[in-house]
């Protein structure tokens, strides 16, 4: 199975914006259906943004208005926007296919209040 790597993800004041990006690990993979996940401390895991194959895209309602999905199909890399940042973000951020196969290891993102 393929594996995704994260990173881009760091400790930014509330109203900050961060860039995560997300690369498979190994060969490549076939284009398929993306999604940005998070898992706060203490809660599951849950599916913040979604983007087709196609480039359709959908938002958990907290972050909608907020964070942008993106994709570079020839480069194999998924991208999410997140600006206007807020403590309740805070958590680790994974990078899957939707739905999920193999996790990876994560990035961490704190807003500090």
């Known amino acids: 199975q393929v594996q995704f790597v994260e990173s881009g993800g760091g400790l930014v004041q509330a109203g900050g914006s961060l860039r995560l990006s997300c690369a498979p690990s190994?060969?490549?993979?076939?284009?398929?259906?993306m999604g940005w996940y998070r898992q706060a401390p203490g809660k599951q895991r849950e599916l913040t943004a979604f983007?087709?194959?196609?480039?359709?895209?959908n938002y958990a309602d907290s972050v909608k208005g907020r964070f942008t999905i993106s994709r570079d199909n020839a480069k194999n890399i998924v991208y999410l926007q997140m600006n206007s940042l807020k403590p309740e973000d805070t958590a680790v951020y994974y990078c899957?296919?939707?739905?999920?196969?193999?996790w990876g290891q994560g990035t961490q993102v704190t807003v500090s209040s």
């Open positions: 899957n296919r939707v739905p999920a196969g193999m």
């Open positions: 190994g060969r490549t993979f076939s284009i398929s259906n």
């Open positions: 983007i087709s194959s196609s480039g359709n895209t």
